[in-house]
């Protein structure tokens, strides 16, 4: 059985990507790292819309915690394997650079980038082998595209995840496992519930921020059999909110 592993599918984007995958019936491993309680709600949502799923509890930015959930998932699924890999955990710890702690630039490196190189290395070799079009989106961001003020540890890991995707391609595609990356705008989630949005939706040409339903759209069919020769790629979703 091809299982897809969502990294923070317990809320926000990740969430509405694990619905839409479930409702294509593919079974789906919400990982979360702390918020218990909505990890529950997505997976009883993914089941009473007629899917299947199981938490997967671990830290992204901590390589033992990585390991030690994997390889125990491995070892209770002998007959399955992760085919589709969305790394979508993040966070923002927004600061103008001087007076950012030091600890906030790196826990939003870490989350964001160095989680991308754990569960994705963790992960690869067997998507490799199986010759099976293994799929990776990495979650980007506009920021990572434009830089943004006030985020220089968000946009310097979303733009080092960018350039993972593009090298990380060329690495995979002989074995047709594509790696691509999709840079959200502002979608209304958790990360950006405290955001002026009255102000900012005027920034959008659009008039509005974008649903997690839509990101989702797009990373289902980056996922999918139909996008088997797109690879490297950086699919903008922001409303025409370009650079
Ligand atoms: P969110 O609502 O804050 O949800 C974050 C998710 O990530 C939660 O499921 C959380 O788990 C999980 N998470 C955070 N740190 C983790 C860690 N160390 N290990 C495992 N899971 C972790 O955020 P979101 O808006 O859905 O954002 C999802 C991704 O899209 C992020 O990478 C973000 O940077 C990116 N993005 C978002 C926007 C936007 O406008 N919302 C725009 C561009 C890019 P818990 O529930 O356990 O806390």
Same mark, same amino acid.
Do not use: F, L, V
């Given at each position: 059985m091809k299982y897809a592993l969502v990294t %923070? %599918?317990?809320?926000g984007l990740g969430r509405a990507v694990c619905l839409k995958l479930a409702s294509r019936g593919i079974p789906v491993i919400i990982n979360y790292v702390s918020n218990a309680a909505a990890a529950e709600q997505t997976l009883a949502d993914v089941c009473a819309a007629g899917g299947s799923g199981e938490l997967l509890r671990f830290d992204v930015g901590c390589e033992d915690e990585v390991e030690q959930a994997l390889a125990a998932w491995q070892d209770s699924h002998p007959d399955d394997y992760i085919a589709y890999l969305v790394n979508n955990a993040g966070i923002r710890r927004d600061n103008l650079m001087f007076m950012m702690p030091t600890e906030d630039w790196h826990a939003v490196i870490n989350a964001s980038l160095n989680g991308f190189y754990y569960v994705t290395k963790r992960l690869l070799p067997k998507m490799m082998q199986r010759r099976h079009g293994g799929r990776i989106v990495n979650m980007a961001s506009l920021s990572g595209i434009k830089g943004m003020a006030g985020q220089a540890n968000y946009s310097a890991a979303k733009a080092a995840l960018i350039g993972a995707t593009k090298a990380l391609a060329q690495e995979c595609a002989a074995r047709a496992v594509t790696v691509n990356a999709v840079a959200p705008g502002f979608i209304e989630t958790d990360m950006t519930a405290e955001l002026p949005v009255d102000e900012l939706r005027k920034l959008v040409p659009m008039n509005r921020f974008g649903r997690p339903e839509e990101v989702a759209a797009l990373v289902d069919f980056l996922l999918s059999?139909?996008?088997?020769?797109?690879?490297?790629e950086v699919v903008s979703i922001n409303g025409g909110l370009y650079t």
């Open positions: %923070g %599918g317990s809320r059999d139909e996008a088997a020769y797109i690879t490297g």
